[in-house]
């Protein structure tokens, strides 16, 4: 297999604080200690891979997945769409990306989930599908609700759709959730606000895309995923302790 | 000003929150068949080379209070050292593993081979270890750690001679409890 190089170091600052008291949850899960750094090898530059052939033709189609065609989801048609870049700009092809939800009354479909809002018979909130060659994805699925958790007195979480990137390498693996353009609810939430940059926060709100939207269809939000790239270069001197 | 850099930020992490099974394992959020086939459900197919074992342990967090809600990913290279994807690993071995704790007893079970040793891009070797990736809610950023053996032998491994601290060592190194059996207890903070 070509050595690609190691991967560029992941910068924390970009990245929400692990411990942050406004969002409870994170108070007794954060570590301590400082965080072991080492240059990535194998174990970090490699990475599972996943064929066309396992995934069914409605996998990234929520309005209709659940239901396996029989009965759209209601609530506001929308086409989620982007590109799975790295640090380098370069498109992450036939890489995986999946995505979860709640329905449009923000109540998901999970055991635990017992806010009154009510499922939707016809939607069950989970969808995946392969980058192309050019690292486009696109899903159709329905504008999630927002939704009430306890935490401060009154937290809403904003509209989002959680999503999930593997890349090409273990050490590229990201989960984030993406959030929409002009939702009041982005600046009151403590675990958005665990982004200190504000500008990073601002590349998780999808902007309205009317341009991929489909008329008296659907709505479209553009959502670009960047993951960390390699570092190609020509002198790789053997390192302290490798 | 200067010149632009041409390269970009990589995009926030963010939780992964209370429902990530929803997504990742519809199975285990109780909605099964969502997916003909889902993801990870073992890294090793019938046949792979290499000791069978199985690796057991819960996630707690600062109160000693085990995670009923994490979600763990694994992989790992083959019995011979070599990942998926590469010359001559074997086609047995996808590598890859998606498991959780228990929603009652916040335990996880994670059943594979073990993997041989890997070796640097500089020669030296990484002795056997699975590498994980945790996420949960209240999980800003996921985890990355890896479970090594103690009936290996662990000594000139780049990783864990770089720790200064020796009793952070013991906390990468799995128990035996068994044939073949392991304990791996993942400590959050404290």
Redesign the interface.
Same mark, same amino acid.
């Given at each position: 297999?070509t050595?690609l190089g190691?991967l560029?170091p992941?910068?924390?600052e970009?990245?929400? !604080?692990?411990y942050?008291p406004d969002?409870?949850?994170?108070?007794?899960?954060?570590?301590?200690?400082p965080l072991?750094s /080492?240059e990535s090898?194998?174990? !970090?530059e490699? &990475?599972?891979?996943?064929g066309h052939s396992?995934f &069914?033709a409605l996998?990234n189609n929520l309005i209709l997945?659940?239901t396996k065609g029989a009965a759209p989801a209601v609530g506001e048609r929308i086409l989620m769409h982007g590109r799975v870049?790295d640090?380098?700009?370069r498109p992450v092809p036939n890489t /995986?990306v !999946? +995505?979860?939800q709640a329905n449009a009354g923000g109540r998901?479909?999970?055991?635990?989930?017992t806010y009154l809002a009510p499922l939707d018979p016809n939607f069950?909130?989970? &969808?995946?599908t392969l980058t192309d060659e050019n690292g486009y994805y696109q899903f159709l699925t329905i504008r999630p609700g927002a939704y009430p958790w306890p935490n401060r007195g009154n937290d809403w979480r904003p509209m989002h759709i959680?999503v999930?990137v593997f890349g090409h390498s273990?050490?590229q693996? /990201? +989960?984030?959730?993406m959030y929409f353009e002009g939702d009041p609810l982005i600046p009151l939430c403590p675990?958005?606000a665990? +982004?200190r940059?504000r500008s990073? /926060?601002d590349?998780?709100v999808a902007p309205l895309d009317m341009a991929r939207s489909r008329r008296l269809d659907f709505l479209a939000y553009k959502f670009d +995923?960047?993951?960390?790239?390699r570092r190609q270069t020509m002198f790789?001197n053997?390192?302290e &302790?490798? | 000003m200067v010149q632009p850099l041409?390269?970009?930020?990589?995009?926030?992490?963010?939780?992964?929150?209370?429902?990530?099974? %929803?997504? $990742?394992m519809?199975t285990y959020?109780?909605?099964p068949g969502?997916? #003909?086939?889902e993801?990870?459900v073992s890294p090793v197919a019938e046949g792979a080379q290499g000791q069978v074992i199985e690796i057991v342990g819960s996630v707690y #967090?600062?109160?000693g209070?085990a995670?009923r809600?994490a979600l763990i990913?694994s992989?790992?290279?083959d019995s011979a050292g070599l990942?998926?994807?590469? #010359?001559g690993a074997d086609p047995a071995v996808?590598?890859?593993c998606r498991f959780a704790a228990d929603?009652v007893t916040g335990e996880f079970t994670l059943r594979t081979v073990k993997p041989g040793p890997?070796?640097? =891009?500089?020669g =030296?070797a990484?002795a056997p270890?699975i590498?994980l990736?945790i996420?949960?809610?209240?999980?800003? %950023?996921? $985890?990355?750690t =890896?479970i090594y053996f103690e009936d290996e032998d662990n000594e000139g491994d780049? $990783?864990l001679? =770089? %720790?200064e601290q020796r009793p952070?060592v013991n906390t990468l190194i799995a128990k035996k409890i068994g044939d073949g059996r392991y304990r791996f207890d993942i400590r $959050?903070?404290?």
């Open positions: 297999m050595d190691p560029i992941r910068d924390r970009m990245h929400p !604080e692990p942050w969002y409870k949850t994170s108070v007794a899960r954060s570590p301590h200690q072991l /080492l090898g194998p174990s !970090e490699t &990475g599972p891979t996943f396992r &069914g996998d997945n659940w870049l640090e380098n700009n /995986l !999946e +995505i979860w998901y479909r999970h055991k635990k989930d069950g909130g989970c &969808g995946r959680h999930s273990f050490g693996r /990201l +989960i984030t959730q675990i958005a665990t +982004i940059n990073q /926060l590349r998780l +995923i960047v993951l960390r790239g790789e053997k390192l &302790g490798m | 041409s390269h970009q930020p990589e995009t926030p992490s963010q939780t992964a929150g209370p429902y990530v099974h %929803i997504g $990742l519809p959020a109780g909605n969502y997916y #003909d086939e993801i990870g #967090d600062g109160t209070w995670l809600d990913e992989w790992q290279a990942f998926p994807g590469q #010359d996808s590598g890859h929603a890997v070796p640097s =891009r500089y =030296r990484f270890h590498s990736w996420v949960a809610r209240g999980i800003n %950023i996921g $985890l990355q =890896r780049p $990783l001679s =770089r %720790i952070r $959050l903070q404290g």
